[in-house]
């Protein structure tokens, strides 16, 4: 199986921060990575696929970068709804495997 | 807009089998390009992907689970179903159903979610 780790576990930030995850797995996985937000009590939401395309609808706040084995992501300018629980994921093969999440609080 | 809607017990012995429903509205589940999929996350714990099936019948189960699981498809009822055998309480936790978008291979639409927990 492919290990997905992410950096930090937690974070805290003030609205209006840039905010940077790390995601690194265990081999190369080209770009197939994808960023999911999940909220308390909610089902998780993508929003970025293949390393860095934007899913429809998700602001462009977000954004995504890396290859290989190394990935980001982005939140540019961090929103009140912004705080949450985001995840990788690898798709490259199966069986499909998530980083542990990186919770973002408010400071 | 494509919706999935999990259902089943709530609460299952251990040592018996859980079992879950898919319901998908809004697009068939049997239009290729699509994975549909079980994945659950223990309480205040990540995702862990159970498995997948494909229109067609073909599936691919999470070798830790693979043993105890079962992924079925009914294309006249646009629903996918979970069993896993043998539960004990490292089973309670939430389970999504998921469709994977093939051409993307990332989880588009998700269901609500449904706590199962093992307690006797």
């Known amino acids: 199986d492919i290990q997905m780790t992410q950096s930090p576990s937690s974070l805290s930030a003030s609205v209006g921060d840039r905010v940077t995850i790390t995601c690194r797995a265990s081999?190369?996985?080209?770009?197939?990575l994808n960023w999911y937000q999940q909220k308390p009590g909610k089902a998780p939401k993508v929003l970025i696929y293949a390393a860095s395309s934007l899913q429809s609808g998700v602001p462009s706040r977000f954004s995504g970068s890396g290859s290989g084995t190394d990935f980001t992501l982005t939140i540019s300018s961090l929103q009140p709804e912004d705080f949450a629980t985001y995840y990788c994921q690898q798709s490259y093969s199966s069986p499909r495997t998530f980083g542990q999440g990186t919770k973002v609080e408010i400071k | 807009q494509v919706q999935l809607q999990e259902s089943g017990p709530g609460l299952v012995k251990p040592s018996q089998t859980l079992s879950l429903t898919c319901t998908v509205s809004g697009g068939s589940i049997s239009s290729g390009g699509y994975y549909w999929s079980w994945i659950r996350q223990h309480p205040g714990k990540g995702l862990e992907w159970i498995g997948y099936?494909?229109?067609?019948?073909?599936?691919y189960y999470n070798p830790s689970l693979k043993s105890r699981v079962t992924i079925s498809i009914d294309t006249s009822k646009n629903q996918f179903s979970l069993k896993l055998s043998s539960v004990t309480a490292a089973d309670t936790a939430v389970y999504y159903c998921?469709?994977?978008?093939?051409?993307?291979?990332?989880?588009?639409?998700w269901g609500q979610g449904t706590l199962v927990t093992v307690s006797s």
């Open positions: 998921a469709r994977e978008y093939g051409s993307g291979n990332y989880f588009d639409y």
């Open positions: 099936i494909y229109y067609s019948g073909s599936t």
């Open positions: 081999q190369s996985i080209s770009r197939y």
